[in-house]
C-alpha cells in the first residue's frame, strides 16, 4: 500500500470503524445465545466511541480532499461525523431498552451503523455518484429498521417510506444524469465550472432533482410526508434515529452543493431553498399545534427544524460565518432532538400527551429533562440550540436574507405554543400530588431511556455554554 494510499485510508477512520463495528457485530450476533446479544450493543457502542474521538481528532487536521476529489475531509464533515456517531450511540441505548432478547437484535444495531455511514457519506461526498450512493446507503437500512416490530402501524410506515424514498430516489439520479449530460463531469469542482455555462433547462432539472433528493433525507417540505407517518408508527428509538441522523448528513449535503457546483448557476437556488426553509418551518409548525401524541409532535417538530438548518443552507458560500453557524446547530440538534425522544421512549405505554403527564407524576427530574429538552428545541438559552440558532440566524442576516430572518424568528415564538401543551400537563403532574391514593401509583419508568434523556439535558446546556463562552470569547 503507498503512503498516500494509506493517509487516505486515514482520513476515513471514522467510516472504517463504524463498517468494522457493523460487520463484526453481525459475526458477533450470529455466534451470540440471543439472550446474550447485549455484546454486540457493547461492540457497537465502542467502534461509535472510536468513530466520535476519531473524528474530533480529525477536526484538528484541516481540509482535504481524498480519493480522486470523490470525498472532503473538512470542518462540515469533522461536525456530521461526531453529531452522526453520538446520536446513534444515544439510538443503541434506546433500542437496548427495546429490543433486548428480540430474535434478531442483532440486526437493529447493524442497521443503525450502516445508516450512520450513509449519511457521514452525504456530508462527506464531493461527487454526485458518491452523493446517490449514499443516498441509498442512508436510506435502505432505514426502511428495515422503520418496519422492525412488524405490527400494522409499522409495516405501514415502512411502506410509506420506501415508496417514498424510492420515488425520490428516482428524481435524484434523474437529476445526476440531468448534471451530467449538462457538464459531461461528477465531481463538484469540475461541475462549479462546467454549470456556469450550462444548457438553463437542464441545469434546473439537475438542481431540483438533487434538492428533492437531500431534501427527503432531511424532511423537508415538500417531501415530508413520510415523517409523521413513519415516526409515530416506529418505536421511540427508530423515531429518534430517523428524524436526527440522516437529516444532518443530509443538511450537510444540501449546504456543500449550494457552496460549491450551485454557487455559480444560473438557476436562483439560493431563492429555492429559502423558500422551502420557510415552508418547512412554518407547516411543521402549524401541523404541531393539533398533535396530542408526543411521537407525532415530535415528529413535525423535526419539519420545523429543517427550515432553521436550511436558513443557513440557503446562504452556504455567502458568509463566512455560515459553516460554524452550521456546525453549532447541527451538534445542539442532534443532542436535544435523541433527549426529546427518549422522554417518550421512558415512558412506552404512554401513546398521548395526557398519558406522558400522567406517567411521570412523582418524577421531577423527568420532567426538568424534558423541559430543557423542549425548550432547547425551541432555541432558549442557555441550551446549545439556543446559541446555534442565534448563528444561523445572523448568518442568513449576513448573507441578505432578511426577510428569512423574520419568518424565523416569528415561526420560533409560535413553536413555543406546542411545546409547551407538553409541558403545561407535565408540571401539573408533578406539582399536584398532595393526597397519595391507590390512583397515584406512578406508571413504570424504563431507566436506560431516563438516563439518555438527562443526558441529553445536561450535555445540551453545557454544551450551549460552551458555545456562547467562545462566541463572545471571539
Known amino acids: 500500500m503507498t503512503g498516500s494510499r494509506a493517509t487516505e485510508l486515514l482520513a476515513l477512520l471514522p467510516e472504517i470503524l463504524l463498517l468494522a463495528g457493523a460487520v463484526g457485530g453481525l459475526l458477533l450476533g450470529l455466534w451470540t445465545p440471543q439472550r446474550r446479544q447485549g455484546r454486540v450493543a457493547v461492540l457497537t457502542l465502542t467502534a461509535l466511541g472510536g468513530a466520535a474521538a476519531a473524528a474530533a481528532a480529525g477536526l484538528a487536521g484541516g481540509d482535504r480532499v481524498v480519493f480522486s476529489g470523490t470525498w472532503t475531509v473538512d470542518a462540515v464533515t469533522g461536525v456530521v461525523r461526531l453529531s452522526v456517531a453520538l446520536a446513534t450511540a444515544g439510538f443503541v441505548v434506546l433500542a437496548r431498552a427495546r429490543f433486548a432478547g428480540h430474535p434478531r437484535e442483532t440486526e437493529v444495531y447493524v442497521l443503525g451503523l450502516l445508516g450512520a455511514i450513509g449519511a457521514s457519506a452525504l456530508a462527506a461526498s464531493s461527487d454526485l455518484l458518491l452523493l446517490a450512493a449514499a443516498y ?41 444524469a440531468a448534471l451530467v449530460l449538462a457538464t459531461g463531469r461528477t465531481g463538484y469542482a469540475a461541475l462549479a465550472v462546467g454549470l456556469a455555462e450550462a444548457p438553463r433547462g437542464l441545469t434546473a432539472v439537475g438542481v431540483l432533482g438533487l434538492l428533492a433528493g437531500v431534501a427527503f433525507k432531511a424532511g423537508a417540505v415538500p417531501v415530508h410526508f413520510w415523517v409523521p407517518d413513519v415516526t409515530a408508527g416506529t418505536t421511540p428509538a427508530v423515531g429518534a434515529f430517523l428524524t436526527t441522523v440522516p437529516k444532518v448528513g443530509a443538511v450537510a449535503a444540501a449546504f456543500r452543493l449550494l457552496a460549491e457546483p450551485f454557487a455559480q448557476v444560473a438557476v436562483d437556488v439560493t431563492l429555492v431553498v429559502a423558500l422551502l426553509a420557510a415552508a418547512s418551518m412554518t407547516l411543521g409548525n402549524l401541523a404541531a399545534f393539533r398533535q396530542d401524541d408526543p411521537l407525532r409532535l415530535l415528529a413535525y417538530s423535526a419539519i420545523s427544524q429543517v427550515g ?38 421512558a415512558l412506552p405505554g404512554a401513546r398521548t400527551i395526557s398519558d406522558w403527564a400522567t406517567g411521570v407524576r412523582h418524577r421531577p427530574w423527568v420532567v426538568l429533562s424534558l423541559t430543557v429538552a423542549l425548550l432547547g428545541l425551541v432555541g432558549t438559552p442557555p441550551t446549545v440550540v439556543f ?88
Open 387 to 474: 446559541v446555534g440558532k442565534l448563528a444561523v440566524f445572523t448568518a442568513t442576516g449576513d448573507g441578505g436574507l432578511m426577510w428569512l430572518v423574520v419568518v424565523g424568528a416569528v415561526n420560533t415564538v409560535a413553536s413555543l405554543f406546542y411545546y409547551l401543551r407538553w409541558l403545561a400537563p407535565a408540571f401539573r403532574a408533578v406539582t399536584e400530588q398532595a393526597a397519595p391514593g391507590p390512583r397515584d401509583v406512578p406508571a413504570p419508568l424504563t431507566m436506560a431511556p431516563a438516563a439518555v434523556l438527562h443526558c441529553s439535558a445536561a450535555g445540551a446546556v453545557v454544551l450551549g455554554i460552551a458555545a456562547g463562552r467562545v462566541a463572545l470569547l471571539g
Open 136 to 176: 441509498l446507503l442512508a436510506s435502505v437500512p432505514l426502511y428495515a429498521l422503520a418496519g422492525f416490530v412488524k405490527d400494522a402501524r409499522a409495516v405501514e410506515a415502512s411502506l410509506k417510506y420506501y415508496l417514498m424514498g424510492a420515488l425520490v430516489g428516482v428524481l435524484m439520479l434523474v437529476g445526476v
Open 308 to 345: 432553521y438548518l436550511f436558513m443557513v443552507v440557503a446562504v452556504a458560500g455567502r458568509t463566512d460565518v455560515a459553516v460554524p453557524a452550521l456546525a453549532v446547530y447541527l451538534v445542539g440538534y442532534a443532542v436535544t432532538n435523541v433527549g426529546a425522544f427518549a422522554a417518550v421512549a
